[in-house]
């Protein structure tokens, strides 16, 4: 940029001086000629490097996947090639399908057997808690049947009292003779009736209190307590067939992953590079396992700057980039953020204390910068390299130095200075 500078000058030095001789070319004049341009770039230089930082050191970054397989096995097909673009979901490669397959199928017809033992498990507790109802109606009719039984043997008690002691009564009258002897025969025959009416109510209130309790020999009564066990452990079976149903279900939802992971497909737009893998590989399925690489379309640029570069410079400034790649172009930017932080400012967790025999040069810090959106499909390579310049929101006059020499340096790109190499025969 300084010999650019001085062409320029010393181009006006000897139009003036030289050929036009519109100046004296004496020994005052030659002494200023040779000191204004030295003081005049310090200034500008010094002044540019604050309100309109530039690197030389800019890096195009893009994010790059390790392609590897989640389950192990023959490949079978690469239709991907080395080093070509990939849209989002194409395939890269498959891998044999068959044994993933057969576990699926395996799975699914486990899963039907389960399935239906569940179904005949839901059904036998069905039954038995039908069994529980019927058991409990019967159960609910016994109890009222006693309750009528009861009731019946208090009535019988109570009129073969008043028989007893009608017979007492007409009994006394007889002896004495003021009584009728038919009326004491009609008492005694109705203590009679009663008594064997009050001993076919007990022995029926007897038969429904045993058939309660079930222990009624050739009875239909299924006793309650058992049935509710019954029920219990019909649930329990539920359960525990449901378990093994929703296990083989989780079973069947992973071999199903699996055989989808047979066909690997790109993580998004990018291309491929590092394509070795052919037909009849086998994977391993594990993390390290890297058959091929994706590189993807997205990137960042980030411009290394020093450390006193930095004070003016805020987020939103406009920017401008030149790649090598791109000779003669400017790529419009604005600073997205400022990366505070690098690796000399990290101390490691250790027992051991920090080195402070060896202090390492003062390192520079990363800015972001973001494309401008009519520059966005442009494509950037991984690894680009080129300049950029942060033009500030102060002396926005001298912006237009830092942007010609920026241009002109892009266009310079365009040299390409080798050494010829001459075949030996």
């Not at 989640?70 to 891998?95: A, C, H, M, S, W």
């Not at 009564?221 to 296990?247: E, F, Y």
């Amino acid at each position: 940029m300084e010999v650019l500078l001085l062409g320029i000058y010393s181009f006006f030095v000897w139009l003036i001086f030289i050929k036009l001789k519109l100046l004296p070319w004496t020994t005052p004049w030659k002494v200023g000629v040779a000191i204004f341009p030295i003081v005049c770039i310090a200034i500008l230089l010094l002044l540019l490097n604050i309100v309109a930082p530039t690197t030389t050191d800019v890096r195009v970054v893009k994010y790059v996947v390790p392609i590897v397989s989640q389950v192990r096995g023959r490949v079978t097909e690469v239709p991907v090639e080395n080093n070509r673009p990939v849209k989002k979901g194409d395939v890269l490669f498959r891998i044999d399908p068959t044994p993933y397959e057969n576990e699926v199928h395996s799975l699914e017809a486990r899963l039907l057997s389960e399935e239906a033992k569940v179904g005949a498990d839901r059904q036998r507790l069905i039954e038995t808690e039908a069994k529980l109802e019927d058991a409990t109606s019967t159960e609910r009719q016994l109890h009222e049947q006693l309750n009528q039984a009861t009731g019946q043997v208090g009535v019988l008690l109570a009129s073969l009292d008043l028989s007893r002691t009608r017979v007492t009564q007409n009994t006394e009258l007889v002896m004495t003779g003021a009584g009728n002897r038919f009326d004491l025969e009609r008492a005694e025959t109705d203590v009679k009736e009663l008594t064997a009416q009050l001993a076919a109510a007990r022995a029926a209130e007897q038969q429904v209190k045993e058939k309660l309790s079930g222990r009624v020999k050739g009875g239909d009564l299924a006793n309650v307590a058992q049935v509710k066990a019954q029920i219990a452990t019909a649930q329990a079976q539920v359960r525990v067939s449901q378990a093994t149903v929703d296990t083989t279900r989780a079973q069947l939802e992973n071999a199903r992953w699996d055989l989808s992971q047979t066909t690997v497909v790109a993580p998004g737009n990018g291309t491929m590079v590092n394509v070795m893998l052919r037909p009849g590989f086998f994977v391993a399925g594990m993390p390290f396992n890297e058959v091929m690489t994706f590189v993807d379309d997205e990137y960042q640029i980030f411009a290394l700057f020093g450390q006193n570069e930095l004070h003016q410079v805020e987020n939103g400034n406009e920017a401008e980039i030149t790649l090598d790649t791109y000779p003669g172009r400017i790529i419009k930017a604005h600073v997205d953020s400022i990366i505070w932080a690098q690796g000399q400012g990290q101390i490691d967790a250790s027992g051991n204390l920090p080195k402070t025999t060896f202090v390492p040069p003062p390192g520079r810090f990363p800015v972001k910068l973001v494309v401008a959106d009519h520059d966005k499909n442009l494509f950037l390579a991984s690894g680009a390299r080129g300049a950029a310049a942060i033009y500030t929101e102060h002396l926005a006059l001298v912006h237009i130095i830092r942007k010609v020499l920026l241009r002109v340096a892009s266009y310079l790109d365009y040299i390409i200075i080798k050494h010829s190499i001459s075949l030996g025969h």
